[in-house]
């Protein structure tokens, strides 16, 4: 069955530090987005992205994070000089398409990102 | 902007009970859908039951069905035989239509589910 891939499955780095995630979505969809979830609590939509661009993003996604589809395979979130308190699971999901059953995001496992 | 609320932070229930999970939401949406995902203690998001907002039957997948009330903007998850592969955290969620469909998940708080032998 085809699932959402993401690496690394775990990435510590120091404050201040630029980190990029990494995710491949199913490879038929069309819809991509990341999700973050501090440890312990609800999961947060970050940002969406459809036909090369970024359909909608919440308030945490501000300056400091940028997403990219760099190639047909690839959904990329970078973190900018990265704080405390962007430690977090980062999910990446994606979704087929518009109606019916396509309403489903699959997630992916989610990248642990520590930041000392 | 929409609103789930789980009021449940944990439950405890026995093996081969059935179990409901609360969820109510709130939106201004005509069309929404809504959603409940499993994450086990591993971490990972695993999709378990969808339900459109105009759909007329309450959705159904194997073990899990969805209390779908849409005038008391309710939409329970009830897990019927549960079993001890059932203990993790519940989430509910909603995504609206008006975004042109690449709207995000709007997820409650959680219900931490653990089922005893």
């Known amino acids: 069955e085809p699932e959402v891939t993401q690496t690394p499955s775990h990435q510590v780095t120091q404050m201040g530090q630029e980190v990029i995630l990494r995710c491949v979505p199913i490879?038929?969809?069309?819809?991509f987005y990341w999700y973050r979830q501090i440890l312990g609590q609800k999961v947060e939509f970050l940002v969406s992205?459809?036909?090369?661009?970024?359909?909608?993003k919440s308030e945490i996604f501000d300056d400091q994070f940028s997403v990219e589809r760099p190639d047909g395979s690839n959904f990329t979130l970078k973190i900018r000089s990265t704080k405390l308190e962007d430690s977090a699971m980062y999910f990446c999901?994606?979704?087929?398409?518009?109606?019916?059953?396509?309403?489903?995001?699959?997630f992916g496992p989610g990248t642990r990102l520590t930041v000392t | 902007a929409q609103k789930i609320t789980q009021t449940q932070p944990g439950m405890f229930v026995q093996e081969k009970e059935a179990v409901t999970l609360d969820c109510t939401y709130d939106t201004s949406d005509q069309s929404y859908g809504l959603f409940w995902y499993k994450q086990p203690s591993s971490g990972e998001m695993i999709f378990l039951i969808y339900q459109g907002s105009y759909d007329e039957q309450n959705a159904t997948e194997g073990r899990y069905s969805l209390n779908f009330q849409k005038a008391r903007k309710s939409a329970n998850l009830v897990i019927s035989a549960s079993q001890l592969g059932d203990s993790a955290m519940y989430f509910c969620?909603?995504?609206?239509?008006?975004?042109?469909?690449?709207?995000?998940?709007?997820f409650g708080k959680g219900t931490h589910l653990i089922i005893q032998p």
């Open positions: 969620a909603m995504s609206v239509a008006s975004g042109g469909g690449a709207d995000g998940l709007t």
């Open positions: 999901a994606s979704r087929e398409g518009w109606g019916g059953s396509s309403y489903e995001q699959y």
């Open positions: 992205f459809y036909n090369n661009e970024i359909s909608e």
């Open positions: 490879s038929n969809h069309l819809y």
